[in-house]
């Protein structure tokens, strides 16, 4: 990241900046002494919560009555879910929170530590400010390399916090204005404003045809070039205004059998964020590192809100099952997990599905919370 994008990306999170250092990867925050000072509130309570768990009643089942040494939650986000697994293993020893937002970490540090306090419980709260792709590494570092291997149960809530999508200046949404950002954290190597202006038409094109499964993504990319060529695209209603969309409309794509009605400018902000996080990049190498880092019996959950996240995970677990056919094989050279490569027919399986199909949230809550109407949920058990 460019100098000029830290500082911006420090403006938007100074007053959380200036309680967490980037540069280091785990660092305990947990204190004791420090009273936490906020209003009762369950650890599980959507009431004042900035960002509602979805699939909690799955995820707290998927987990109950299992041994729950060590937790990893790999976007632990506003700690929502992590709270409640902890209010459901008050004895567990360990939870290990990872996120690259450190405005995650600051809301879900008081939360964790209330639910902490309501339980009685002596865990140990670790917080770790960076990608969830070298969980190994933290998991090699923490309390002595104690926790590599000998995980219990890991959580992956992919993709956006409420926090995130809310916020203007952080640049996720087009239903308001900010700047073009887009980064989930400091880490990121490219803002969306960067990309967009200084992608070429054809890697443009590429990303909104691969990570947004947008049929015109040749005209977007092309439109997107020319408008630039006149002025640099720095907002995020001046992208969804270059692309043809105003942020606001109502238009939407054609109602197709089986389609979802979507804002037509979803699928390229959708992809210019995948795009700026490696959101696939980094969970293409995490699953094996997270199937790896689980004790026998273990159990990895992943929420999942688009097909191609979805995919991910699915073939990834196929493979750790063993169950992946050559032709799933061969046709997913993009999903190539190195850790998992040859689990089919060259090594046993190293894991169990235990959802045959991908776990849906009830009508219930995709009234409630209309995020978890595309969350899917699938959970694999390390043999
Ligand atoms: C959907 S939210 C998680 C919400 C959380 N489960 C809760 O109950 O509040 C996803 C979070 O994961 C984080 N995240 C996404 N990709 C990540 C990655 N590769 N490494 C670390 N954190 C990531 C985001 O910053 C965001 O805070």
């Known amino acids: 990241m460019s100098g000029g994008n830290r500082q911006v990306f420090s403006s938007v999170v100074e007053s959380v900046a200036a309680r967490t250092d980037p540069d280091i990867d785990v660092s305990n925050i947990h204190d004791d002494r420090r009273s936490s000072g906020s209003k009762a509130s369950t650890s599980n309570s959507e009431d004042d919560s900035p960002h509602v768990p979805v699939l909690l009643d799955e995820v707290l089942s998927t987990f109950q009555?299992?041994?729950?040494?060590?937790?990893?939650?790999?976007?632990?986000?506003?700690?929502?879910?992590?709270?409640?697994?902890?209010?459901?293993?008050?004895?567990?020893?360990l939870l290990i929170g990872i996120d690259k937002d450190p405005v995650a970490h600051s809301i879900a540090q008081k939360r964790l530590e209330q639910a902490k306090s309501d339980t009685h419980s002596s865990v140990t709260l670790r917080h770790v400010l960076g990608d969830f792709r070298g969980m190994k590494g933290y998991l090699d570092q923490a309390e002595g390399g104690a926790a590599a291997g000998a995980v219990s149960a890991i959580l992956l809530d992919l993709g956006m916090s409420s926090m995130q999508v809310d916020t203007a200046e952080r640049g996720f949404s087009f239903a308001q204005d900010g700047p073009l950002?887009?980064?989930?954290?400091?880490?990121?190597?490219?803002?969306?404003?960067?990309?967009?202006?200084?992608?070429?038409?054809?890697?443009?094109?590429?990303?909104?045809?691969?990570?947004?499964?947008?049929?015109?993504?040749?005209?977007?990319?092309?439109?997107?070039?020319?408008?630039?060529?006149?002025?640099p695209i720095r907002t995020t209603l001046q992208l969804a205004a270059a692309i043809g969309f105003q942020g606001r409309s109502r238009r939407t794509t054609p109602r197709r059998p089986g389609t979802k009605q979507i804002h037509p400018a979803t699928r390229v902000f959708q992809a210019l964020r995948i795009a700026v996080n490696d959101e696939l990049g980094a969970l293409e190498m995490a699953i094996p590192d997270a199937i790896?880092?689980?004790?026998?019996?273990?159990?990895?959950?992943?929420?999942?809100?688009?097909?191609?996240?979805?995919?991910?995970?699915?073939?990834?677990?196929?493979?750790?099952?063993?169950?992946?056919?050559?032709?799933?094989?061969?046709?997913?050279?993009?999903?190539?997990?190195?850790?998992?490569?040859?689990?089919?027919?060259?090594?046993?399986?190293?894991?169990?599905i235990l959802t045959k199909r991908p776990v849906l949230a009830q009508e219930q809550e995709a009234a409630r919370n209309p995020r978890s109407r595309s969350a899917k949920l699938r959970v694999l058990e390390k043999l």
Do not use: C
């Open 292 to 352: 790896e880092s689980l004790e026998p019996g273990g159990r990895l959950a992943i929420i999942s809100f688009h097909s191609l996240e979805d995919r991910a995970v699915k073939w990834a677990f196929l493979r750790a099952a063993g169950r992946a056919t050559p032709e799933e094989e061969e046709h997913g050279p993009r999903w190539q997990m190195a850790g998992l490569d040859g689990a089919s027919g060259n090594r046993p399986a190293i894991g169990q």
């Open 181 to 231: 950002d887009m980064r989930m954290g400091p880490s990121a190597v490219a803002s969306a404003e960067e990309i967009v202006n200084s992608w070429s038409e054809a890697d443009l094109g590429r990303i909104f045809r691969e990570y947004g499964e947008e049929r015109a993504w040749r005209r977007i990319a092309s439109k997107i070039v020319e408008v630039r060529e006149q002025k």
């Open 65 to 93: 009555g299992r041994p729950m040494r060590i937790f990893v939650d790999g976007t632990l986000g506003a700690g929502g879910h992590s709270a409640a697994v902890l209010t459901q293993h008050p004895n567990m020893q």
